[in-house]
């Protein structure tokens, strides 16, 4: 079974600081697949990013930056310098890749307030 | 715009009634999904099709069915809605081998009542 927690419920900050928010996953998969979605309040869900297990690379877009680490299961999410219009709900979500059975399996989501 | 189609955006329905939730991609992907997202649970899978004519049961299925008759549709049916079915429904879709990512739909959001 797949399991996907965000430990984080809400979370605000000072416009301008950075923010990390957390995720950590459970998989018997060797080969899986990580990603982050923004919900903003308007409800659609916009794709951040996808990992594959096999890439342990860090990933820098602008401000936001990815750190994957199998040895913890984990998979953070930081957004430098946050802006108001990072104001979202942030899901982290885990598929496997064995085909045929390929299921999203999301965490609960951090709301990430930023205050002006 | 290529994508997902989702309708209606909002229902409300009176409890005991049916309904279905419609979804259409014209992408050509063989999996498709329906999710239900409540505030504090995520997104849960209710029932998913990995090809045109099968279908499996998700995490949350009980009171709901679905059916892949062609590629493009996906439609979500509630036979006897009760309010606890008030959520938020998105419908999804992905190539083979959900590592290629999954493109969503704007989501419907129904009030049982």
């Known amino acids: 079974a797949q399991k996907v927690t965000q430990a984080q419920t809400e979370i605000s900050v000072v416009e301008k600081e950075d923010v990390t928010l957390d995720c950590v996953y459970e998989t018997r998969d060797t080969t899986y697949y990580l990603f982050w979605y923004k919900q903003p309040p308007s409800g659609e869900l916009v794709f951040l990013i996808r990992?594959?297990?096999?890439?342990?690379q860090n990933e820098i877009s602008g401000r936001y930056s990815w750190n994957f680490q199998k040895s913890t299961s984990s998979f953070n999410f930081t957004i430098t310098a946050s802006q108001v219009v990072d104001s979202a709900v942030y899901f982290c979500?885990?598929?496997?890749?064995?085909?045929?059975?390929?299921?999203?399996?999301f965490g609960t989501g951090t709301r990430l307030t930023i205050i002006p | 715009t290529a994508g997902i189609t989702q309708a209606p955006t909002s229902q409300i329905l009176a409890a005991g009634r049916s309904m279905t939730l419609r979804c259409t991609q014209d992408m050509r992907h063989n999996a498709m999904y329906w999710y239900r997202q409540d505030l504090g649970l995520g997104l849960r899978l209710i029932h998913y099709s990995n090809t045109a004519g099968t279908t499996g049961k998700g995490e949350v299925p009980d009171g709901y069915s679905v059916s892949r008759a062609n590629t493009d549709d996906f439609p979500l049916t509630l036979a006897s809605a009760v309010p606890s079915q008030t959520s938020v429904y998105f419908c999804?879709?992905?190539?083979?081998?959900?590592?290629?990512?999954?493109?969503f739909g704007s989501g419907t959001r129904l009030t049982v009542v």
């Open positions: 990992r594959n297990s096999f890439d342990e």
């Open positions: 979500a885990l598929s496997t890749a064995n085909f045929g059975n390929e299921k999203l399996t």
């Open positions: 999804a879709s992905s190539e083979d081998g959900g590592g290629y990512g999954y493109t």
